[in-house]
């Protein structure tokens, strides 16, 4: 096991990567797994056909090498993985979808105080968008009778607290067939800066219970907008829906649902208002 800094390069592009790992040799063979499903990165496709190269910068011991932090810099405890999202409330709502659409399926399991934790099936794959079980998806080995449902995600913009922000749409899926149908109809991307458009639709409650909620596409208030500066400033900036919700491992994973069957919770688990609402409507 090697403990050090490493340089990766491609014999067809002139684009390096350098990491840090306390087993570079593990670290190596995760590189490996993910060129041969064929990672896209920006522009820029890597695929197995690639000539992978690797080169050892700087060999050193688990003492030397810096994964520490400095003392004024550390919190003290795990710090929560999180980023605000979007609350759909009663009545009319309004948002503006950017960037890339996030396709996942998600295991709720229930945490300690009754808490819903959201753990992604590995055996979808989320480029491909279907289940291809490339991935070994260990959540039924502990919770045989739990399913994985459909639970995609995007960034928005939209109105909170007086002040337009970007934050984390959890799509609900009977609305997003609206959308994908009205974007279909218009000839239009609503993701688009000049020719997107806003998104208008009406959440109902139609009963007593949490899960009885309708939403519906105010499609004759669909019109094409360009984003103002501010807006564009806004979208720019923003962190990108892969990087707020990166995929789990399924080390990660396992690692979770051990702690959650012997009852201990890891501090960073949080469930947020849109995420219940989730849950409820499974």
Wanted: glycine share 4%; aromatic share 10%.
């Amino acid at each position: 096991m090697t403990c050090g800094i490493y340089l990766l390069s491609f014999s067809n592009t002139d684009k390096v990567y350098i990491g840090q790992s306390l087993n570079i040799e593990r670290r190596f063979n995760d590189h490996c797994y993910l060129l041969e499903k064929y990672i896209k990165d920006g522009d820029f496709i890597y695929s197995k056909s690639d000539d992978l190269l690797y080169y050892l910068t700087s060999n050193l011991n688990k003492r030397n090498i810096n994964m520490a932090l400095n003392f004024k810099n550390t919190k003290g405890k795990a710090q929560k993985n999180s980023h605000e999202a979007y609350t759909y409330k009663d009545g009319e709502n309004v948002v503006r979808i950017i960037g890339g659409i996030l396709p996942r399926y998600l295991y709720w399991v229930k945490g300690t105080n009754n808490k819903q934790i959201p753990v992604e099936c590995l055996a979808f794959d989320r480029e491909q968008e279907k289940f291809n079980n490339l991935e070994k998806d260990c959540v039924q080995e502990f919770y045989p009778e739990l399913k994985c449902s459909w639970s995609y995600s995007c960034n928005c913009i939209a109105t909170v607290d007086g002040q337009q922000k970007v934050v984390v749409l959890n799509l609900k899926k009977k609305l997003w067939e609206q959308i994908c149908s009205a974007a279909s109809d218009l000839g239009l991307d609503p993701t688009d800066y000049d020719d997107g458009f806003d998104i208008v639709f009406k959440r109902a409650k139609t009963g007593p219970l949490a899960y009885n909620v309708e939403y519906t596409l105010s499609q004759l208030k669909l019109k094409k907008r360009a984003l103002t500066e501010a807006e564009r400033a806004l979208a720019d900036a923003a962190m990108s829906i892969d990087e707020k919700l990166p995929r789990q491992t399924h080390d990660d994973i396992r690692a979770l649902l051990e702690r959650l069957k012997k009852g201990v919770e890891d501090e960073a688990t949080e469930d947020t208002d849109v995420d219940k609402e989730a849950v409820n409507e499974l």
